[in-house]
Nanobody, 124 residues
Framework: QVQLVESGGGSVQSGGSLRLSCVRS????????MGWFRQAPGKEREGVAF???????GYADSVKGRFTISQDNAKNTLYLQMISLKPEDTAMYYC??????????????????WGQGTQVTVSS
């Protein structure tokens, strides 16, 4: 069982930066996928970025060049560094884990473990 706890959300102005953290506890398979998803009011949950257990990353087109996903395995922590934030980035951000996983997908249904979410609000 994997537990995930996010932090780092907040309110910033357009062009600002935030770093989200997700602390993981519990057993996770040696082959896994960790991802960040977001959901804005009235919209479906969408994948933002993922990272595999061997460090491969993927990004949604809307955040490429602005967001960076990383992980610190010694701290069991996943990060999402966000720069040049835009009002359209406003959403609840969720950390998710798929374990075991031999590839990452953008489908929320492929992730069995979720955090409670952290709110990111970007004002213009």
């Amino acid at each position: 069982q994997v537990q995930l706890v996010e932090s780092g959300g907040g309110s910033v102005q357009s062009g600002g930066s935030l770093r989200l953290s997700c602390v993981r506890s519990g057993y996770i398979s040696a082959r896994y996928c960790m991802g960040w998803f977001r959901q804005a009011p009235g919209k479906e949950r969408e994948g933002v970025a993922f990272i595999t257990s061997d460090g491969r990353t993927g990004y949604a087109d809307s955040v490429k060049g602005r967001f960076t996903i990383s992980q610190d395995n010694a701290k069991n922590t996943l990060y999402l560094q966000m720069i040049s934030l835009k009002p359209e980035d406003t959403a609840m951000y969720y950390c998710a884990a798929a374990s075991p996983a031999y590839y990452c997908s953008w489908s929320p249904g492929d992730f069995g473990y979720w955090g409670q979410g952290t709110q990111v609000t970007v004002s213009s």
